[in-house]
C-alpha cells in the first residue's frame, strides 16, 4: 500500500512537468501575418501605443489591432485552449464598435456580438484539442471601421506540444471563368438609356468581337448622328419621350441586332454606372497623361466594349495650400482661385477643357470630384461658397459626373449636423448642376450619414455612398454587400446605392495611398466582389490601375453576362435570404421575369448552399444558367445547389424568361 502510493506520488511528480500545459503568449508569436484595416499590430499596447486598457482594466499582455483584422494560426498537436478577454480600446476614442469572432477549423465558436467603446471586456475560452486551425477575426460593428481599435487582451494559448503557428490563407491559383469574346459582333448596351431633351448627347456603342465593324441604327431620331465606323452616337437629345432604337454592328464574321430605348426625360442613369476612377489606384499622383491614359486602356483593353464608359478623377486635381503636415507636391500648391473666383486646377492639369475634349473623342464620359466644404478631404480648394461658379465651370469644361465628397463641410455646420444640414450643399449642387446645358450625373460622397439613400433621389442625386471607405474594409466586402442591401427598397433606376469601388487587379493600399500592388483578395474573393455587385446592382467604377490589367482581372470585370445582372432595366437590389452564419443567397428579380441568385459563402471553409425554390418563389423544374460561364447547366427540380469556395459566390440565372 505504502509502496503502491509512493509509487503513484513519485509517478505524480515525475508525470507534472511533462503535461502541464505551457502558456504561449498570442503577443510573442509573428504577428506581420495579422492582416489590418489600418495601421500595425501592437504588441503589449494599444493603437495609440498606450497600455492595453478595457472599460479602466489594464492588461500587461495582449495584441491591439483594428479592425477589419484577421489572423490565422497552424495549431500543432496538443494545443488545449484559447483564452483571451477582447473589447475596445479605451484610448480609441467614441464611436469605436467591433465584432470579435473566433474560428476553428473554420467553425465560428465565439462571437462578442458588437462591442462598443467603454463596455467591459468579454472572456474568452475556446477549446482547441484536436483542431488544426485557429482564425481570430476583428469585423467592425455595423458603422464602419473609425476607431475600432480591438484589444485581443490577456490572449494566450494552452499547449502541450508545439507552438502554434502564424499562416497565410492558402494561395489559390487564378482561374478564368468568362469565356473568350467571339470573332462576331456582341453587343453589350443596357436595354434603356436616359438622357435630358436638349442636351448633348454622346454614347459610344458597347459591342465585342473584331475590328473593323460596321454600326448601323434604325429609327434614329434626326438630331442624332451615329458614326458607322466607331460606333459613337452623337448630337442633341430629342424631344421628351420614348425612343426604340433599333442597333446593329456587322462585321465579316457575322452580325447582332438589339433595341436601345433612348428615355429622354428627366432622370438620368437609368442603369448603375460604368467606369473607372483614378482613386483607389493613383491617390494624390494623378495628372492630366495618367487620365488621357485611362481613356486609352478603357478602349484598348476592351473595357468599354462591355460598357465601362466614364473616365473619372478623384481629388487632388485642384491646389492645395502649402502644408508642413501633409506635404503636398510643390506642383500641386497654389491659389485655390484667380481674382473673379474661377477655381484653378493645379500644374498637373493644365487644360481640363482638353482633358474632358480628348475623353469624349473617344466616345467616353469625363468625371471630376469636388466637396462641399472649402477643402477636399486631401486638402485641395472645395467649392464653398463658390458652388454656382464651379458647377458652371464644370458645365462649360463638358464634364459628366460629379462626385461630390462631404469633407470639410463639417466645419461649416453646427456640431449636431441636422438633417437639413446634411441635405443643403446637395439640394444646392443637385439644383445647379440640373440646370447646367448638359447632362450631369450627381453622385453624393457622404458615407451615408443621415440615411442619405432615403433622400438622395429627391434632392437631385443619381447614387449615393452608403458607408465610409471600402479602402480599409476589402476583407469585409460580404459584410459590405449585407449592410448595402438592407437599403435596397430606395433603390431604384436613377437612384443607386454605392458601396464604393470595384479594388481587385493592383490597387494602392489606401493606408497612406500607396503604390499599387496585388490586392490581397484570392481570386475567388475577386469574383465574388464583382458577382455580388452586379446583384445589387452597384455602380460598377473600377478603381485599380488600369496599366497593369492582365487576363485575370480583365476576365472578373468583363463578363458581359454578369455585367448584364447589374444592368438589368429593373433597378433591383437583390434581397438576402439568410441561410446560417455564413452562407446565404442574394436574389434579384430580372425584366425578362427570371432571377438573378447568388450562392454565397462569406465563411473561411467551403460549404455546399441550397437555392431552394421556394426561397426563390419558384417550383417545379427550372432552368438554371451559370453566370459566369455563360453556360446552361439544366432544369433542376425544387432547387439547385452548389459546394460554394471559401468566400465564394456561384452567381446563376434561374427561371424561364419571357419574351420583351
Ligand atoms: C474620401 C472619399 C474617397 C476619396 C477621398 C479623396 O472621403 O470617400 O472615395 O474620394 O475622400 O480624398
Not at 509512493?6 to 501575418?33: K, Y
Not at 480609441?92 to 465558436?109: E, H, I, N, P
Not at 458603422?143 to 506540444?161: E, I, K, P, S
Not at 473607372?276 to 485611362?294: C, G, K, L, P, Q
Request: with cysteine.
Amino acid at each position: 500500500m505504502t509502496i503502491r502510493r509512493s509509487l503513484a506520488l513519485c509517478l505524480a511528480c515525475w508525470a507534472a512537468p511533462l503535461f502541464a500545459a505551457e502558456t504561449v503568449w498570442l503577443d510573442s508569436l509573428d504577428l506581420s501575418t495579422m492582416r489590418q484595416g489600418w495601421g500595425r499590430p501592437q504588441v503589449n499596447r494599444s493603437m495609440r501605443e498606450k497600455p492595453l486598457t478595457i472599460a479602466g482594466t489594464v492588461f500587461a499582455h495582449g495584441v491591439g489591432t483594428h479592425a477589419t483584422s484577421t489572423y490565422r494560426v497552424l495549431l500543432a498537436r496538443g494545443s488545449e485552449r484559447f483564452t483571451a478577454t477582447v473589447g475596445v480600446d479605451d484610448a480609441a476614442g467614441a464611436g469605436g464598435s467591433v465584432v470579435f469572432q473566433v474560428l476553428v477549423d473554420g467553425k465560428r465558436v465565439f462571437n462578442s456580438g458588437v462591442m462598443k467603446h467603454g463596455q467591459p471586456g468579454k472572456p474568452v475560452s475556446v477549446d482547441l484539442r484536436g483542431a488544426t486551425t485557429l482564425i481570430l477575426l476583428v469585423n467592425d460593428g455595423g458603422d464602419g471601421v473609425r476607431n475600432d481599435h480591438g484589444n485581443w487582451a490577456d490572449a494566450q494559448f494552452a499547449v502541450t506540444g508545439a507552438r502554434p503557428k502564424p499562416f497565410v490563407a492558402p494561395k489559390e491559383d487564378p482561374y478564368v471563368l468568362t469565356p473568350e469574346p467571339g470573332p462576331a459582333p456582341r453587343l453589350n448596351f443596357p436595354a434603356v438609356y436616359g438622357a435630358r431633351p436638349g442636351n448633348p448627347f454622346l454614347y459610344r456603342i458597347p459591342a465585342q468581337g473584331t475590328r473593323p465593324m460596321t454600326f448601323s441604327a434604325l429609327n434614329l431620331p434626326s438630331s442624332l448622328r451615329l458614326d458607322p465606323d466607331t460606333g459613337i452616337i452623337t448630337g442633341t437629345t430629342p424631344p421628351a419621350g420614348k425612343y426604340h432604337i433599333q442597333l446593329a454592328a456587322r462585321n465579316p464574321r457575322g452580325g447582332a441586332s438589339r433595341t436601345f430605348t433612348l428615355v429622354s426625360g428627366d432622370t438620368l442613369s437609368l442603369t448603375p454606372q460604368m467606369g473607372w476612377n483614378h482613386w483607389y489606384a493613383h491617390y494624390h499622383r494623378i495628372t492630366d497623361a495618367m487620365m488621357r491614359e485611362a481613356a486609352d486602356i478603357l478602349i484598348r483593353s476592351g473595357m468599354a466594349d462591355v460598357g465601362y464608359d466614364y473616365v473619372n478623377i478623384d481629388d487632388c486635381w485642384m491646389n492645395a495650400e502649402a502644408d508642413a503636415k501633409r506635404k503636398p507636391d510643390p506642383a500641386r500648391v497654389g491659389p485655390f482661385r484667380d481674382a473673379q473666383g474661377r477655381l484653378l486646377p493645379n500644374a498637373h492639369f493644365p487644360d481640363m477643357k482638353g482633358l474632358a475634349d480628348y475623353i469624349h473623342a473617344k466616345g467616353l464620359k469625363a468625371g471630376l470630384y469636388t466637396s462641399p466644404g472649402p477643402k477636399t478631404c486631401a486638402g485641395y480648394a472645395g467649392a464653398w461658397q463658390h458652388e454656382e461658379q464651379d458647377a458652371r465651370l464644370f458645365a462649360e469644361w463638358g464634364y459628366d459626373f460629379l462626385k461630390y465628397d462631404w469633407c470639410s463641410y463639417s466645419t461649416v455646420v453646427s456640431k449636431e449636423r441636422t438633417l437639413d444640414e446634411m441635405q443643403r450643399p446637395y439640394r444646392l449642387m443637385g439644383d445647379l448642376l440640373r440646370r447646367q446645358p448638359r447632362d450631369i450625373v450627381f453622385n453624393l460622397c457622404q458615407y451615408g450619414m443621415g440615411d442619405v439613400w432615403k433622400w438622395g433621389a429627391e434632392i437631385g442625386g443619381h447614387s449615393w455612398r452608403t458607408a465610409g471607405d471600402l479602402g480599409y474594409e476589402l476583407d469585409r466586402i460580404f459584410e459590405v454587400a449585407l449592410k448595402n442591401c438592407e437599403h435596397r427598397a430606395w433603390q431604384k433606376p436613377g437612384a443607386w446605392n454605392d458601396p464604393d469601388y470595384l479594388q481587385i487587379g493592383y490597387i494602392g493600399n489606401a493606408r497612406g495611398g500607396g503604390l499599387p500592388e496585388p490586392c490581397d483578395l484570392s481570386p475567388t474573393e475577386q469574383y465574388s466582389f464583382m458577382s455580388l455587385w452586379a446583384l445589387m446592382a452597384s455602380p460598377l467604377f473600377y478603381s485599380g490601375d488600369l496599366t497593369r490589367l492582365d487576363e485575370f482581372t480583365l476576365n472578373v470585370l468583363c463578363n458581359p453576362e454578369v455585367i448584364g445582372v447589374n444592368q438589368d432595366p429593373l433597378g433591383q437590389c437583390a434581397r438576402v435570404e439568410r441561410l446560417d452564419d455564413d452562407t446565404f443567397l442574394l436574389v434579384k428579380d430580372l425584366a425578362d421575369g427570371s432571377k438573378a441568385v447568388g450562392l454565397c459563402n462569406a465563411g473561411y471553409e467551403a460549404a455546399p448552399v441550397v437555392a431552394s425554390w421556394g426561397k426563390l418563389g419558384l417550383s417545379g423544374a427550372q432552368p438554371v444558367r451559370d453566370v459566369w460561364r455563360h453556360t446552361n447547366l439544366g432544369r433542376f427540380q425544387g432547387e439547385f445547389r452548389a459546394e460554394v469556395k471559401r468566400r465564394g459566390v456561384v452567381l446563376v440565372r434561374v427561371g424561364e424568361t419571357r419574351a420583351p
